[in-house]
């Protein structure tokens, strides 16, 4: 399966999409926050990120703009997840460059298909 990298500060989040992807098979790897998911995505390239908005120091939206500008990791898919539920939000985090948006709590159900979906392509 793939190899899916978490940004988020919530340890009650990273254990439920742990929880999620790992019983379908999926490998996670894990960052606390925007600057270390940057530093992590572009030594593991992974298959897919995802993405929480509201952490200390480099935010999501931040991290997610580097992330897809950079020609190393630009071709990696960043889903966004987080609390934040405005459409404002939601359209600022497209035009960062990520390629869905999903908001907090998750049903298991949207998460893989939206994964799926980013992962073909």
Do not use: C
């Not at 793939?2 to 742990?18: N, W």
């Not at 897919?48 to 897809?68: E, K, S, W």
């Not at 497209?94 to 869905?100: E, L, S, T």
């Amino acid at each position: 399966m793939a190899r899916i990298l978490i940004v988020d500060d919530s340890p009650t989040e990273m254990y439920k999409l742990t929880a999620m992807l790992e019983k379908h098979g999926h490998q996670v790897l894990k960052a606390e926050n925007g600057a270390d998911g940057v530093a992590l995505a572009r030594q593991e390239l992974p298959d897919a990120v995802l993405m929480d908005i509201v952490m200390p120091g480099l935010n999501g939206f931040q991290a997610t703009r580097q992330l897809t500008k950079d020609s190393e990791t630009g071709h990696i898919p960043v889903i966004i997840v987080t609390t934040k539920d405005q459409e404002t939000d939601k359209v600022w985090g497209k035009r960062q460059g990520a390629r869905d948006y999903l908001t907090k709590p998750v049903d298991e159900d949207t998460l893989l298909k939206t994964l799926n979906a980013v992962l073909v392509g």
